[in-house]
């Protein structure tokens, strides 16, 4: 079949919804369907069979766009959306793919060209925008009556996690299925494993990865991080990720707090160096503050088979238990105490550890994933005109 895919964000950056969307791409690849991408003017093309990348004429004065809502989002989108109806009236699609706030594209698309969509839902567009600029909280009610628009016209709801799921069951989507992240870990690379361990303080080490914006809770880290100290706790913390402002602005925290010798931020990394950087660790955090969406990083972090430390907050516990995760509060004192038993129960830690491989192998392989995108298809190809 052939699909119509609209990826608005950079594509191809190691990030989160580009990571996703790209696994998806290589889904529907070896599934043997047409696809055709239509994504923002940035990132790095990727090759696969069936695939054909169209890309955004690059808007003045727009670079560098950034994760979440911003004015810069908002320029793409407005080009991206004639250019989505250029390829919807050029060519004949059975479906469009719509990812995050391109649903609202789709929905367009549909009611011109009548072609069905799936809205691919990543997060919650209205509380997404509310927790990012707080001073638009009296703009919730509408913002949510504005996302039933794509929830309710789509085909189907394909989100990430289960509390997306029950928002758009709750909203009224005629079909919701839920398409889970999986690892991505791969072959451990021991000189690239070597070179990581010496730009890293001693063991032993929390270690936390992903970007540094406010949601993922860096400051409740570093907050922990020098209770824990003060409190006689030995190791160190490694944060992998984050732009180079980001970085600066937590390095010069972490200096303040007379933590810099034993925090190290290693800034972006490759998704090629996870499997590497996570050998090194003993304990993987996740501190997030905001948001419902399952984390990318959790379920690499289960594959991993180390113990993990996460908040708890639905975000995290839609996926992690007590069974396979230490779970704190959101307080610097709570995620401390955690620290500290952590560094203190080896066993405990172990068994954490082996628990969470276990239930990444599983239910969170490459091969589940391809098996519920099989499935996926084949759903909406018994529902749509040949």
């Known amino acids: 079949m052939r699909i119509l895919f609209l ?12 990571i996703a969307v790209n696994l998806l791409l290589e889904a529907l690849s070896k ?22 990348i169209h890309r955004i004429p690059r808007p003045p004065l727009v670079r560098n766009v950034p994760p979440g809502p911003s004015w810069k989002k908002i320029v793409c989108d407005k080009v991206m ?30 009611r011109l060209r009548g072609i069905p969509y799936l809205y691919d839902m990543d997060s919650s567009l209205g509380r997404q925008i509310v927790e990012k600029f707080r001073f638009l909280s009296f703009l919730r009610p509408a913002l949510r009556r504005l996302e039933r628009i ?34 991505l870990l791969g072959p451990i690379d021991p000189a690239m494993r070597d070179a990581l361990d010496a730009r890293m303080p001693p063991a032993p080490r929390f270690m936390y ?33 984050g732009t180079e402002a980001d970085v600066r602005r937590y390095r010069g925290k972490a200096d303040s707090m007379d933590l ?9 990394q490759p998704v090629g160096n996870l499997s590497a950087l996570f050998d090194l660790a003993d304990v993987l955090v996740s501190p997030r503050i905001q948001g419902n969406n399952t984390p990318m990083k959790i379920y690499s972090y289960l594959a991993s088979g180390k113990p ?31 620290m500290v038993r952590l560094i203190g129960e ?35 190809a018994d529902r749509i005109p040949s």
Not at 7 to 18: L, M, S
Request: aromatic share 8%; with cysteine; net charge neutral.
């Open 7 to 18: 990826a608005p964000h950079p594509f191809y950056q190691e990030r989160g919804t580009p």
């Open 31 to 52: 599934a043997g369907h047409t696809v055709d991408l239509l994504t923002y003017h940035e990132g790095v093309n990727v090759v696969h069979p069936g695939l054909t």
């Open 81 to 110: 959306f004639w250019c989505a109806l250029r390829l919807a009236r050029r060519h004949a699609y059975d479906w469009v793919h719509a990812v995050e706030e391109s649903a609202f594209m789709a929905a367009a698309i549909r």
């Open 150 to 183: 794509p929830l309710r016209g789509a085909l189907a709801v394909v989100p990430m996690c289960d509390a997306l799921a029950d928002i758009a069951r709750a909203e009224g989507a005629k079909k919701v299925f839920v398409l889970r992240d999986v690892s």
């Open 209 to 241: 990865v992903g970007n540094l914006e406010k949601y993922q809770g860096l400051d409740l880290l570093l907050d922990a991080f020098q209770l824990f100290t003060q409190e006689g706790g030995k190791g160190s913390l490694v944060v992998a990720g």
């Open 260 to 268: 810099g010798g034993r925090v190290a931020f290693l800034g972006p």
């Open 308 to 338: 993990v430390l996460a908040t708890d907050l639905p975000t995290h516990t839609q996926v992690l238990t007590s069974e396979v995760a230490l779970l704190a509060p959101i307080r610097a004192g709570a995620f401390a105490e955690a």
């Open 346 to 380: 080896p066993g405990f830690r172990a068994q954490l550890g082996a628990r969470g491989r276990a239930l990444a192998v599983r239910e969170y392989s490459p091969e589940a994933f391809d098996r519920s995108v099989r499935e996926l298809c084949q759903w909406v």
